[in-house]
Nanobody, 115 residues
Framework: QVQLVESGGGLVQPGGSLGLSCVGS????????MAWYRQAPGKQRELVAR???????DYADSVKGRFTISRDNAKRTVYLQMNSLKSEDAAVYYC?????????WGQGTQVTVSP
């Protein structure tokens, strides 16, 4: 089992910035890809950004140029820096550890974008 603990969500105004963090409980999380997903009310969970163990990244088109995913393997932590936030970015953000046969999820952290 792996526990993923997110932090950093909150309320931000449109155009503002927010950073999320996710710490994994197992030392081997550093060898697997990790990702951030989000789910807005009434919508399906969607991939926001993904980072491979060596640092290669992928982003949803809707966040390219605004969000940055990074990781610190020594700290078993993945980050999501969100800039130029829009109202449509509001959602619960989930950290995910992408193992070959299963995905572990964090508990989620709420991001609210409102004036």
């Amino acid at each position: 089992q792996v526990q993923l603990v997110e932090s950093g969500g909150g309320l931000v105004q449109p155009g503002g910035s927010l950073g999320l963090s996710c710490v994994g409980s197992r030392s081997d999380v550093s060898i697997y890809p990790m990702a951030w997903y989000r789910q807005a009310p009434g919508k399906q969970r969607e991939l926001v950004a993904r980072i491979r163990s060596y640092g290669g990244t992928d982003y949803a088109d809707s966040v390219k140029g605004r969000f940055t995913i990074s990781r610190d393997n020594a700290k078993r932590t993945v980050y999501l820096q969100m800039n130029s936030l829009k109202s449509e970015d509001a959602a619960v953000y989930y950290c995910a550890l992408l193992l070959p046969t299963t995905t572990y999820w964090g508990q989620g952290t709420q991001v609210t974008v409102s004036p």
